[in-house]
């Protein structure tokens, strides 16, 4: 009887070992996956510090990178948060989104808002004459979407979790009172970063006054989320690079911004009368 317990407590003894041996090479298995993908994906993340943008940095002429207006448009958000009022979006969540919202250059690279637009015959901003709204180059705008959405799909693929590609998506949909904030201080960047810059992308592209506020009507339009902040920042770094000469003004155009036209509030022809 003791022979036949020794022989079963010798079995379960070497089931044990079996099942230790098993549980650590599959353990050392599934670490190893989940450890190069994260390693190699912060590996190419890293390389968004060579990501160069087109506006300057300072007036010396070194353009900003990809890492930098992440990191800008974080602490601006986060600056900026408690003057969201009356409906303030969940501030860590916008912080997620800014952290992420531009990684996929790493591999598509950047592509400015005022390459996607079409140009007039003397070179600045197409605005449409009926409705002074922007004309888009649609084709640019498509082919700055597939580039992203490859590189989404190979940076986020190495990740074991879908987690920071739902968040990609999320500020891309701009469904979300989060995704429109975090879109709205992405956008004030560059026009902060033109204002300490001496309007180096504003000269670059032939910005107008017109056509900069005709992309700001286009953003208000798409994102009705945001609160009035976002729109008045936007109009007040216009009108400093307008009065410094930066960016062109046609004064009649004055004339259809303040007036009244359809799906214009009179809030926003009270707030245009702060930069005249």
């Given at each position: ?74 602490l601006f958000l986060l600056v900026l948060h408690p003057y969201l009022r009356p409906d303030p979006p969940n501030l860590l969540q916008c912080l997620r989104l800014l952290i992420v919202h531009d990684i996929v250059e790493v591999f ?169």
């Amino acid at each position: 009887m003791a022979e036949l317990l020794l022989k079963q407590d010798m079995a379960q003894l070497e089931l044990d070992h079996l099942q230790a041996v098993f549980d650590a090479k599959f353990h050392t298995l599934i670490s190893s996956l989940f450890v190069d993908g994260i390693l190699t994906f912060l590996g190419h993340v890293k390389e968004l510090i060579k990501v160069e943008r087109t506006v300057d940095v300072v007036t010396n002429g070194r353009k900003e990178n990809s890492a930098e207006h992440s990191w800008h448009a974080a602490l601006f958000l986060l600056v900026l948060h408690p003057y969201l009022r009356p409906d303030p979006p969940n501030l860590l969540q916008c912080l997620r989104l800014l952290i992420v919202h531009d990684i996929v250059e790493v591999f598509a690279g950047d592509t400015p808002l005022l390459s996607t637009v079409q140009r007039a015959a003397d070179g600045t901003i197409a605005v449409d004459s009926a409705t002074q709204e922007v004309v888009m180059d649609q084709s640019a705008v498509d082919n700055k979407v597939q580039n992203e959405l490859s590189a989404a799909a190979r940076l986020f693929g190495l990740l074991p979790t879908a987690t920071l590609r739902s968040l990609w998506d999320e500020f891309e949909a701009r469904a979300t009172t989060e995704a429109q904030h975090a879109k709205g201080v992405d956008k004030l960047c560059p026009l902060l970063q033109n204002y300490v810059s001496d309007g180096s992308d504003y000269k670059a592209f032939q910005s107008t006054f017109d056509g900069e506020v005709a992309l700001r009507e286009r953003f208000i339009k798409k994102n009705t989320l945001v609160q009035p902040i976002i729109a008045d920042l936007w109009l007040s770094l216009l009108e400093q690079a307008r009065n410094s000469g930066w960016i062109q003004w046609h004064f009649l155009h004055a004339l259809f911004w303040l007036g009244p036209r359809p799906g214009r509030t009179a809030a926003q022809m009270t707030s245009a009368t702060i930069w005249l």
